[in-house]
């Protein structure tokens, strides 16, 4: 049995989701709403689920932290927000964090995903 690659970089998974068309970002527009990029969906925090986090830490430089959400949404559609995490969020306020709190996980294994 082939064993999986495991995946240790940002840009590697990324890519990884890029390859089976599951690069759908989706962001927190100007108006404090978290939207689909490439679905041009405006969600709720009911809407998605966190299926799974995976935090990434700068060898040199703090400011490389980063954390990236994996999420599906309630029509079965993958998507990710990605952000940098600490002081270094991109986000002011508490709006930003409050929505992620609000998001229910189910922390999956990815392996079906990234074969």
Same mark, same amino acid.
């Given at each position: #049995?082939?064993?999986? %690659?495991?995946?240790?970089?940002? &840009?590697?998974?990324?890519?990884? =989701?890029? !390859?089976?068309? =599951? ?10 709403? #978290?939207? *689909? %990029?490439? @679905? ?7 809407? @998605? ?6 935090? +990434?830490?700068?060898? &040199?430089?703090?400011?490389?932290? &980063? ?8 029509? *079965? !559609?993958? *998507?990710?927000?990605?952000?940098? $995490?600490? #002081? $270094? &969020?991109?986000?002011? *306020?508490?709006? +930003? ?12 294994? #990815? !392996?079906?995903? +990234?074969?």
């Amino acid at each position: #049995m082939e064993q999986p %690659v495991e995946m240790n970089t940002l &840009s590697q998974i990324l890519e990884k =989701l890029r !390859q089976k068309g =599951l690069d759908n970002e989706i962001k927190m527009t100007d108006h404090g709403k #978290m939207q *689909g %990029v490439g @679905l041009n969906k405006i969600y709720k925090p009911e809407d @998605l689920t966190i299926i799974k986090t995976y935090r +990434f830490e700068g060898d &040199s430089d703090p400011g490389d932290n &980063s954390v990236l959400y994996l999420l599906e949404d309630n029509e *079965g !559609q993958i *998507g990710y927000i990605i952000d940098a $995490y600490g #002081m $270094y &969020s991109s986000h002011e *306020g508490t709006g +930003f964090d409050d929505f992620l709190k609000k998001i229910p996980t189910a922390d999956r294994d #990815m !392996q079906e995903l +990234f074969k």
